[in-house]
């Protein structure tokens, strides 16, 4: 059994890949595309708070909040000016929009590199201190990290299940011709949608900021891993994201307790044999 | 003229010859009708007539010019369409609806992962308040008395009755001017389809303005008081419905006798 330390960093990874994931998939039921650039909104996001919280001097909760609605502007602009234009109605538009947000991954670090630097930074003062619990303590950070996480979570909750908007994009997900014949414009849904997806992205980064380093190339790993919490979970479910991106975040630390080397690779095996058990995912709906 | 004067009109609903393509292959090719206010229209004719993709374009699924990506039929058309007397060419599905056009449409459509309540309430999306939300419910509700006990099951969970019903109850929560209806007798008993009807003409006698598109010619004849006879895009034949009930090409062709 690995020590609690090992429990509590998994604990830190899965708030962080079911963030992310919930944010790729909201955007993939509306949008029906993956955004291969999620995890540069995750690094943005992170940048945008450190210089917030260093340069601005404004306080950690205001700072994740504007860091999540700038980059979730951004968000909305990547999806009006590239995404819209390059997904047309064919079966190219898929591979279209992958190009697209694949250059964008590009862009998006090499724009970090030459703005913010190529070299670490850190947060570490934000939140000093630890939480001393006898047999083990807990640092204030992480524990930041985890009351923020399920604020946002209980947010998306209350938005998605009691809020007219919310009843939207729920309805648009499922049917959107029927949707826009209600009178939902599903064009609009879509943009507020990927805002929301990049901005999740965007404050998960945040969150995780003065936990980790911080440099253009953070990214990705927390968007292979959500992908693999997608996966897991089932693409198209949210609890399965939100189910895949804490199993994810556990599994990862621990295996990575155990082995030193190639503990990837056998978390890769792990998810492969979950999926043949399971082909749909945990949460996926089997094919009719 | 000023802009705020609309071009005068007599028909409510007028189409003036509609073309609907999908990719290049024409599925409707001009085809005029035209809907007063009040009245009661059915389309009729066989599967893959055209009648879809006419309602289609009236509603907005299907655009007046190529298709974005959000619809998953993709056909454009051509031609002219008025709602009193406003052209509706180019405006987004959300727009037609807020306009006073609510399609109910083939298959029902119905969002399966929500409650029948929210399924209604997404059919009252354009409704300002709260309050107005309940009164469409509560109207919907008592052409529909079957749904109140069923308000908190999934819609997939329901039957095919009770979904048409939902499906139908669902338009009606907008308050519709005009209310375009696409086969909702399809795959219903001869029971259900009976009691359907009469809820259909209900709705009718209560003011609203209905299009029913029906491969079932005798149920459509029966509840309208004018009808279009589509074939292969074109109108074929238009009447009263008394009279078409007694046109030998409509008895042999679409009656069955
Ligand atoms: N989304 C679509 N893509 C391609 N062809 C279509 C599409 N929808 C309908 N069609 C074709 O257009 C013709 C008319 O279809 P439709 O309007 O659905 O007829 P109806 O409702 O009278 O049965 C048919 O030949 C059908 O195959
Ligand atoms: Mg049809």
Same mark, same amino acid.
Request: proline share 3%; aromatic share 8%; hydrophobic share 50%.
């Given at each position: ?13 899965? $708030? ?12 993939? *039921? ?26 601005? =001097? ?21 999806e ?38 190529m ?32 604020v ?36 609009? @849904? ?6 929301? =997806? $990049?901005?999740?992205? &965007? ?44 199993? @994810? =975040? ?31 995912g945990?949460?996926? +709906?089997?094919?009719? | 003229?000023?802009? #705020?004067?609309?071009? *005068?009109?007599?028909r ?6 509609? #073309? ?11 085809? *005029? ?23 289609? +374009? ?29 052209k ?31 399924n209604?309430?997404?059919? &009252? ?19 529909f008395?079957?749904?109140?006990d ?5 819609a997939?969970?329901?039957?095919? =009755? ?34 359907? &009807? ?22 459509? @004849? ?30 042999r ?5």
């Amino acid at each position: 059994m690995p020590p609690v330390g090992i429990w509590i960093d998994g604990l830190i990874q899965s $708030c962080t890949y079911m963030t992310m994931a919930f944010g790729m998939v909201l955007v993939f *039921s509306i949008l029906g595309i993956l955004n291969w650039a999620h995890g540069q909104f995750y690094m943005l996001g992170a940048f945008v708070f450190y210089y917030a919280v260093t340069a601005a =001097g404004i306080p950690f909760p205001v700072s994740l909040l504007i860091s999540g609605v700038l980059v979730g502007g951004l968000g909305i602009l990547v999806e009006k000016f590239i995404i819209e234009r390059v997904n047309i109605p064919s079966a190219q538009g898929a591979l279209y929009v992958t190009v697209a947000t694949i250059a964008l991954i590009f862009f998006f670090e090499g724009a970090a590199s030459m703005i913010f630097g190529m070299q670490d930074k850190g947060l570490a003062m934000v939140l000093p201190g630890v939480l001393d619990l006898g047999s083990f303590s807990v640092s204030y950070q992480k524990i930041a990290v985890v009351i923020f996480t399920l604020v946002i979570m209980i947010t998306m909750y209350i938005v998605l299940n009691h809020t007219k908007v919310g009843l939207a994009i729920r309805a648009a997900a499922q049917e959107p011709d029927a949707a826009s014949l209600h009178g939902i414009n599903v064009e609009r @849904l879509s943009l507020l949608v990927m805002g929301i =997806g $990049c901005a999740l992205a &965007a404050m998960a980064g945040s969150i995780m900021a003065p936990v980790f380093i911080i440099n253009p190339f953070i990214g990705g790993i927390p968007m292979i891993m959500s992908l693999l919490a997608i996966v897991i979970g089932g693409l198209g479910s949210l609890t399965g994201a939100i189910v895949g991106g804490l199993i @994810l =975040g556990f599994l990862n630390s621990v295996v990575a307790y155990h082995l030193s080397y190639f503990s990837e690779v056998v978390l890769f095996v792990l998810v492969i044999i979950i999926l043949l058990v399971r082909p749909q995912g945990l949460f996926g +709906a089997s094919r009719k | 003229m000023p802009t #705020w004067v609309r071009r *005068s009109y007599k028909r409510m609903l007028e189409l003036i010859n509609i #073309w609907v393509y999908y990719d290049k292959i024409a599925a409707v090719r001009d085809l *005029s009708l035209s809907v007063d206010k009040g009245d009661f229209v059915t389309i009729l004719g066989a599967n893959g007539a055209g009648k879809s993709s006419t309602l289609n +374009a009236i509603s907005g699924i299907v655009k007046a010019k190529k298709g974005k990506r959000h619809s998953k039929t993709e056909g454009h058309f051509k031609g002219e369409i008025y709602f009193k007397g406003e052209k509706l060419n180019g405006l987004t599905a959300a727009k037609i609806a807020s306009r006073g056009i609510i399609q109910v449409p083939e298959g029902r459509k119905l969002f399966p992962l929500l409650t029948v309540r929210e399924n209604l309430q997404v059919g &009252a999306y354009l409704q300002k308040d709260k309050i107005q939300m309940q009164r469409s419910l509560e109207k919907a509700l008592v052409v529909f008395p079957d749904l109140k006990d069923r308000l908190r099951a999934k819609a997939r969970e329901l039957s095919g =009755g009770q979904q048409q019903m939902v499906a139908i109850a669902r338009g009606l929560m907008a308050q519709p001017e005009m209310l375009l209806l696409d086969e909702p007798s399809l795959g219903l008993s001869p029971v259900l389809r009976q009691h359907l &009807a009469e809820r259909i003409k209900e709705i009718s006698q209560e003011g609203t303005t209905v299009v029913l598109v029906e491969q079932n010619a005798r149920l459509g @004849l029966m509840l309208a008081s004018y009808g279009y006879v589509v074939e292969n895009g074109k109108v074929a034949l238009e009447g009263k419905t008394s009279d078409l009930l007694n046109n030998e090409d409509v008895k042999r062709a679409y009656l069955g006798v």
